[in-house]
């Protein structure tokens, strides 16, 4: 009779610049003396539904989905968090029981960096974006109780979709503002945030605010994770602001996954170390 020596974790999507998540959680895996494996599986939008049933049949303990299955992969589980339910979005599948449960920890990965920071609670924030991450960090910072979110995005009907999504669902007063030009950033906004693509592998890219709004005491934050450094938080920090890289999001996030398949606390240090050698950063 055969015996199962590892139990196998996997992301499904289109993996971006390699997948720096598998690398750490195999090194997470390790140091945690844990036999597991964690793979990266290319898989098209329409093989989702059959390699969702290859996971169950095969017995995996949980995967990370990517982009194009964020969303559709919904239907096809058997229930979602709260968080994932609200932001229409599954980053993170788990089994309980016989039953496979999708969770979205990149917004509790962001806000529990920006913990390292300020206390959410009570605070106006700002966020530039309302795609995947923007959507996930609103969610997760309504559930945290701020007193004032505003939405900034181009698009109006995106932007739109999901000030009224807070609004409606989490009881947080929200606004949207158009994106037109640069974004003057109100004199009482306590932390800001950029939720979009902008500056992802450019170091020069520039987010469109006026820079003369920046102020000192605010807390400027980035979802973009390659360059750490971006322009969007130089700038801000030249002006006084104290800055959250998005690397600790990354670094929660997978923290976070380790721990709901595992059940073990991994070493954080590690995986921040990991990510940074795989980042070359
Ligand atoms: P989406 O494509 O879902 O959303 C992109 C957002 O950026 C939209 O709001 C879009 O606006 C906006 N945007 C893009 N280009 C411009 C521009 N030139 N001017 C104004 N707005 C722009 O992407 P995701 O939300 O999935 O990802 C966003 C970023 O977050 C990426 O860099 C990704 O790597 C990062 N990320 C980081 C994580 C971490 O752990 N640190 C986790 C997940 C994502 P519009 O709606 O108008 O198109």
């Not at 999507?13 to 997948?19: C, E, F, L, M, Y």
């Not at 009224?164 to 306590?190: C, M, Q, R």
């Not at 709004?213 to 030249?238: K, M, Q, Y």
């Amino acid at each position: 009779m055969s015996q199962v020596l590892q139990e196998i974790t996997a992301c499904i999507g289109q993996p971006v610049a390699g997948n720096p998540t598998q690398y750490v959680m195999e090194k997470a895996y390790a140091k945690a003396g844990l036999d597991w494996r964690y793979l990266t599986l290319e898989v098209p939008a329409a093989g989702l539904t059959d390699a969702v049933r290859g996971m169950r049949a095969l017995g995996f303990r949980g995967f990370n989905c990517t982009r194009p299955h964020k969303c559709t992969v919904i239907p096809l589980l058997d229930g979602t968090t709260q968080a994932a339910g609200l932001t229409g979005a599954v980053n993170c599948v788990f089994r309980e029981g016989e039953k496979l449960i999708g969770e979205n920890t990149d917004g509790k990965g962001f806000v529990e960096s920006l913990r390292t920071l300020i206390d959410p609670l009570g605070k106006r924030v700002v966020i530039l974006g309302a795609g995947g991450a923007a959507r996930a960090i609103a969610v997760e910072l309504g559930l945290s109780h701020v007193s004032h979110l505003t939405i900034v995005n181009r698009s109006a009907e995106r932007g739109q979709e999901l000030a009224s999504l807070v609004h409606e669902k989490l009881s947080v007063p929200t606004d949207f503002v158009a994106w037109n030009g640069d974004y003057a950033i109100p004199a009482e906004a306590e932390v800001l945030i950029n939720g979009t693509s902008i500056g992802l592998f450019d170091s020069s890219a520039r987010v469109p605010v006026d820079v003369n709004t920046h102020r000192a005491g605010r807390i400027v934050a980035d979802v973009v994770f390659s360059p750490v450094d971006t322009r969007f938080l130089r700038e801000a920090r030249e002006r006084g602001a104290t800055t959250l890289d998005g690397l600790g999001m990354l670094v929660n996030q997978a923290r976070l996954n380790f721990k709901i398949w595992t059940g073990v606390e991994p070493d954080a240090e590690l995986m921040r170390d990991a990510l940074e050698e795989y980042l070359c950063v």
